[in-house]
């Protein structure tokens, strides 16, 4: 089954460093990966995704995420943190087993950005 | 253009009752999914509509359903409301559901509190 895990709960970083969020995947074929990023009482907004090509996906926002096939990684980076990029973050695989259209998240990682 | 539109935001139940959610795609939009969001289960698959037919469904027993109409909009329905339906009810669309690297694009949420 498709699946991504995102490790850790909470990431912490001072506004205007840079930050990582961590996702990993298992799937079986190419993975379908995406970013998407959760305000309060707000639904899920998309970052970026990976479908193929250069390994280095620039996405909304100024994030972007590395794909590591042979770590089975997709992390999300920024160069400089906003305090307005504090919220919650969900990395997604395609189930590309079951229907095109379902994503399968991952946990969430709440990120949260001190002046 | 008008993004995802759900309706009610916002809305508390009784034990036993149903509730009935609205979700309007964006314009051109053709397939709807739906998904739940819980602090315990995180974000899970409901299901996905496309040309008014269910293509996929998620692990949720029988009271979940759901509908599309011609104009791609959709309605999902609960009956006999548990405690545990509580929860966020998100509505994503996108163009079809024949591509893995289409983008859903998330509705605000329908909060469900079921008391």
């Known amino acids: 089954a498709q699946s991504v895990a995102q490790p850790e709960d909470q990431v912490n970083v001072a506004e205007g460093n840079p930050l990582t969020v961590k996702c990993t995947y298992s799937v079986s074929g190419n993975p379908y990966l995406f970013w998407y990023v959760q305000y309060p009482n707000r639904g899920l907004q998309f970052l970026l995704k990976y479908i193929t090509g250069d390994n280095l996906v620039k996405g909304s926002y100024g994030f972007e995420a590395e794909f590591n096939k042979s770590q089975t990684s997709f992390h999300l980076k920024k160069p400089s943190a906003l305090v307005s990029d504090s919220a919650l973050y969900f990395c997604a695989v395609r189930d590309m087993n079951t229907g095109f259209q379902k994503l399968v998240f991952g946990t969430g990682t709440r990120l949260l950005v001190s002046p | 253009k008008a993004g995802v539109t759900q309706t009610p935001r916002y809305l508390i139940k009784t034990r036993g009752q149903q509730v009935t959610l609205s979700c309007s795609p964006i314009s051109g939009h053709r397939s709807v999914s739906w998904y739940q969001q819980t602090p315990g289960q995180g974000l899970q698959f409901l299901f996905e509509y496309f040309s008014e037919t269910q293509r996929n469904k998620g692990n949720f027993p029988g009271r979940f359903s759901g509908r599309q109409f011609s104009n791609s909009r959709s309605e999902m329905n609960v009956s006999t409301l548990e405690l545990g339906d509580s929860a966020l009810y998100l509505c994503?669309?996108?163009?079809?559901?024949?591509?893995?690297?289409?983008?859903?694009?998330f509705g605000a949420g329908s909060r469900l509190t079921v008391l």
């Open positions: 994503a669309s996108s163009l079809t559901t024949y591509s893995g690297a289409n983008v859903l694009t």
